[in-house]
């Protein structure tokens, strides 16, 4: 068979095995969402409350096993997710929402 033979068939199956429904990537949503609508970076815990109300849930504190670790708290929003190093802002990051696909674990190959 030519080449032209067996690279056609390729491109038709390549064509037809591509997903009919589109996903929602969580950093298409993070590169389109106002960076307003997040808690700014150095805000204190008492500003980042007073703005968006009491969180959904105040996780368990990470770190601080050596002086050199601070202590990071983390507290949950229904739209993000707000870290905290000691008793102010360090990030704001958006959580997935249901149907939403985000980044994929790199797997040994």
Sequence with gaps: MNRFGTTLPLLLLCALAAPAGADTLLIERVEQANPAALPARGMSMAQVQARFGEPSARLDPRGG????????????????????????????????QPGETGPVPVTAR
């Design 65 to 96: 096993q050596k002086s050199a670790w601070p202590v990071i708290h983390r507290w949950t929003y229904p739209a993000f997710t707000v870290y905290f190093e000691r008793d102010k802002v360090i990030d704001a990051v958006l959580n997935p």
